[in-house]
């Protein structure tokens, strides 16, 4: 069974202050990993998708790295306005083809 | 990428009743999905849902308990049945699109049960 596990629960930065957040993961066959950000009463907003250990995909401040085991999402000089819970999901090869396995996410607060 | 609605965006409802919540799509899709997120958990696939055949329902969740319907390529309901305060939650559909596996997520049914 896929499983994903996030760390830190919770990341409170001040602005401008760089950090990463990690997810680790175990699954058969990985055919994706994604990071979504949600905000507090939305739906979940897709963000990136890696294929492949060494991939990195990068939009705004936001950089999502891949390894064989685990994803780093690293947020440099952060604002209040990246402020969200960021979630991490998987889909692996077996079972069900379309079965996203997500973690319970990284509450990101940035003060100003 | 793809729009997604949801209605209603939330409801309180008594004990043993049943609530449907509505999905539509921008645009036709062929798979659509449905996740439960309870407060401090994973979203949790409930079932996905294809046009014209009948739902694929994940572990642990039934068709008696979550009925869904997929009448057409740009919309979907669930139904939460005969329900008890274990079923509030937050109710998402998604949709895949864009071509690399990545869904789309609606902006969630909020429901309390009392």
């Known amino acids: 069974e896929d499983q994903v596990t996030q760390s830190p629960e919770a990341l409170r930065l001040q602005e401008g202050e760089s950090s990463s957040l990690n997810c680790s993961y175990t699954v058969s066959g990985l055919r994706g990993l994604f990071w979504y950000r949600q905000d507090p009463g939305k739906g979940p907003e897709f963000l990136f998708t890696?294929?492949?250990a060494g991939e990195e995909k990068e939009k705004e401040r936001l950089k999502a790295t891949l390894t064989k085991k685990e994803s780093f999402l690293h947020i440099t000089a952060p604002k209040p306005e990246d402020s969200a819970t960021y979630l991490c999901a998987v889909l692996g090869g077996g079972g069900s083809n379309y079965k996203l396995t997500f973690g319970k996410g990284t509450l990101l607060t940035v003060n100003p | 990428s793809a729009v997604i609605s949801q209605k209603p965006s939330r409801d309180i409802c008594q004990r043993g009743t049943s609530l449907t919540i509505q999905c539509q799509v921008d645009s036709q899709v062929t798979m659509m999905f449905w996740y439960r997120q309870q407060p401090g958990q994973s979203l949790t696939l409930i079932a996905t849902?294809?046009?014209?055949?009948?739902?694929?329902?994940e572990s642990g969740f039934v068709i008696d308990k979550f009925p869904i319907s997929r009448p057409n390529l740009t919309f979907s309901t669930l139904t939460v049945s005969n329900m008890s305060p274990e079923d509030s939650s937050i109710y998402l559909c998604?949709?895949?699109?864009?071509?690399?596996?990545?869904?789309?997520f609606g902006p969630g049914t909020r429901l309390t049960v009392t």
């Open positions: 849902a294809n046009q014209g055949s009948e739902a694929t329902y």
């Open positions: 890696l294929y492949s």
């Open positions: 998604s949709v895949e699109a864009g071509g690399g596996y990545e869904q789309y």
